[in-house]
């Protein structure tokens, strides 16, 4: 991989969405973001913050959401989908939270995995939003880009190889902000379905691998 065609795109990025917030808000909150990384699975964004509207009004803070049985959250993430999963991972992990770390949220991947319903994606989320550390987070739209750009080879379309490739070459720093600023970017101009390259300001730096 061409370092300087990296480069290139990591700050085209950062002039195109320089301030590359989370899609997901969470207002600041790391529970709220472990609460809302988990509901994003297979649901977008969008929808999940109008749920989680309700949601929080209902259940503030972690500590109210570890004395809640699964049943009591189901009705108000039905609309996520995997509401009986998604309802019984959030309050095994609010009571994690609580009860193990006093409410504060561990800083590690080793420690962030031990939580129900969390992987490498929702644990490298919270690594870089919440303690700004080098983290990738390989989405379903981080990893269409990435091949998409040549970033990543068409073979590497499993979270963990995506991550493993984008960790090496995209500088530590940049790579939180560089994982939110290709979602927005993916959005805007580099849709799953119908893309204009002729008027994308990454046009000459993509390889336009078919995805």
Excluded at 35 to 64: H, W
Excluded at 173 to 184: G, L, P
Aim: net charge neutral.
């Amino acid at each position: 991989m061409d370092k300087k065609r990296v480069l290139a795109i990591v700050q085209t990025l950062k002039e195109l969405y320089p301030d590359a917030e989370c899609a997901l808000k969470y207002e600041g909150d790391p529970w709220r973001l472990l609460v809302m990384g988990r509901l994003s699975a297979q649901c977008t964004d969008a929808r999940v913050n109008i749920v989680c509207e309700k949601l929080f009004k209902a259940y503030p803070t972690a500590y109210d959401m570890a004395k809640a049985e699964a049943s009591d959250i189901e009705p108000y993430i039905f609309s996520c989908g995997l509401y009986k999963t998604k309802a019984r991972d959030l309050v095994g992990a609010s009571r994690l939270l609580v009860e193990k770390y006093d409410g504060v949220l561990p800083d590690t991947m080793e420690a962030l995995l031990t939580f129900p319903g969390v992987g490498r994606k929702i644990a490298n989320l919270l690594l870089g939003d919440i303690y700004h550390k080098p983290a990738i987070v390989a989405d379903t739209h981080c990893i269409r880009i990435s091949v998409r750009l040549g970033l990543v080879p068409p073979n590497a379309k499993t979270p963990e190889k995506v991550e493993r490739i984008l960790s090496g070459i995209i500088p530590p720093k940049e790579q939180s902000d560089f994982c939110h600023r290709i979602v927005w970017f993916g959005r805007e101009f580099c849709q799953a379905r119908g893309n204009n390259c002729e008027t994308c300001p990454m046009n000459a730096l993509c390889d336009k691998v078919e995805v």
